[in-house]
């Protein structure tokens, strides 16, 4: 096979991931242990959502609240972001406000400063009220 820098760049890919994985596994890391992404339901909305760090290195809570209710728009909705430590112990929380109102059976992405670095994170809704089409005057 003729190595072209289409097949030179695909082995470094695969050397580079090979490494990384001789990395992880002596490093003892436990995929299961740490809860990096979930989902959680509260009624009609429903989140899910990631944790990753941001260009800095500081741990960010990101992914989408669904409204799965037609015909209601949730406004005013605050998540909250608990910190987990490896016991499933909140070490630390924070809440978020979800800025603009979710449409009725879509979507809105959201994205929350983590409290700090931890184990794993938990994503809950902590309010939000409804909104009908044509609420709100005009």
Same mark, same amino acid.
């Given at each position: 096979m003729r190595n072209t820098p289409h097949v030179a760049r695909a082995r470094r890919s695969l050397s580079r991931a090979g490494l990384f994985a =001789?990395?992880? +596994? /002596?490093?003892?890391? !436990?995929? +299961?242990? +740490?809860? =990096?992404?979930? *989902?959680?339901?509260?009624? !009609? /909305? *429903?989140v899910e959502w990631s944790a990753e760090e941001d260009r800095r290195g500081r741990p960010v809570v990101s992914g989408y609240i669904y409204n799965d209710r037609p015909g209601s728009y949730a406004t005013g909705v605050w998540l909250r972001v608990e910190a987990l430590d490896a016991a499933g112990q909140t070490v630390g929380s924070t809440t978020g406000y979800v800025m603009g109102d979710v449409p009725p059976s879509s979507r809105y992405y959201f994205e929350i400063k983590a409290p700090a670095k931890a184990a794993s994170y938990r994503a809950t809704v902590q309010s939000y009220a409804w909104r009908g089409y044509g609420a709100g005057g005009g």
């Open positions: =001789i990395g992880i +596994a /002596l490093l003892g890391w !436990d995929p +299961a242990g +740490a809860q =990096i992404s979930g *989902r959680t339901t509260e009624g !009609d /909305l *429903r």
